[in-house]
């Protein structure tokens, strides 16, 4: 295998930055102008309109509507431009550039890169929107989510030789976590019933935290309906020197 050749590099594309930038900020400009405009549509209601919960009053209503003006509209049509570039900017956190060569993996996202050396890397695969790599023992040694096409992906893994699945090479090794069954330490049926809780509550960050608990724990987990499933690592005999 040529170790040196040019690393094979997935990234978002130029027209994900252009839909951006040419949908978000004009769209919180938009939205500025039409709030400036609200005080004046106000007066246009009938005067029963106003008597009704949530509405504000005649009075309340005339005040505003004397606020309206150029320099209102100015104002609110450029804190919305800025709200819309604030949208477009961190989108850029949910971005993962994938870059892949004879020495290895590197994931960033959000200015953080992790990366991982090519021996290390023993498995390639997609997992609904997750690009996931397993090490030598099967355990996850990254899980990212991202919108790249699987493949592109897998293109661009096995220009450098490593090994693409389509799917999970283990999925026929997990078993569905039950409270309490046997084969499991306490604290990791104490990890998944969290990660349950987390998952149901959508707190994301948390589950992912409880995911990697799991692993340093030697134990892979995946999501199906609604219920999680189980597998341990395996162990990497000892080479005799």
């Known amino acids: 295998m040529n ?14 930055h252009v839909l951006l930038w040419a949908l978000f900020p004009p769209l919180g400009a938009g939205l500025g102008w039409a709030l400036s405009r609200v005080p004046g549509w106000l007066t246009l209601l009938p005067d029963w ?5 949530l509405v504000p009053g005649e009075e309340p209503v005339a005040l505003l509507a004397r606020l309206e003006g150029p320099v209102l509209t100015g104002v609110l049509v450029v804190l919305g431009l800025l ?3 604030f949208v477009a900017l961190s989108s850029y956190d949910d971005m993962v550039t994938v870059a892949a060569d004879g020495g290895g993996v590197r994931l960033t996202r959000a200015g953080r890169t992790e990366e991982f050396a ?12 997750d690009l996931v790599l397993l090490g030598a023992d099967t355990g996850e040694l990254a899980r990212e989510r991202t919108d790249h096409s699987p493949r592109k992906l897998r293109a661009a893994f ?21 409270d309490g069954a046997p084969g499991l ?14 998952l149901r509550a959508r707190e994301a960050d948390d589950a992912a935290e409880q995911r990697r ?6 134990v892979v987990v ?4 609604g219920l999680q499933y189980w597998r341990p690592v395996r162990d990497i005999p000892h080479r005799q020197g």
Not at 3 to 16: A, D, F
Not at 118 to 129: I, M, N, Q, Y
Not at 213 to 218: N, V
Request: without cysteine; charged residues 35%; hydrophobic residues 35%.
């Open 213 to 218: 608990a799991l692993a340093e724990l030697g």
């Open 222 to 225: 995946r999501d199906e309906g």
């Open 158 to 178: 096995e220009e450098h030789g490593y090994a693409w699945h389509e799917g999970d090479p283990h999925r026929g090794e997990y078993r569905r976590w039950v």
């Open 49 to 53: 309109v106003h008597h009704l919960p």
């Open 185 to 198: 330490e306490q604290e990791a049926h104490r990890l998944l019933w969290a990660r349950r809780e987390a």
């Open 118 to 129: 090519r021996d290390g890397v023993a498995a390639v695969f997609v997992d609904g929107r």
């Open 83 to 85: 709200a819309g570039a």
């Open 3 to 16: 170790t040196h050749r040019p690393p094979s590099v997935v990234r978002e594309g130029r027209g994900t």
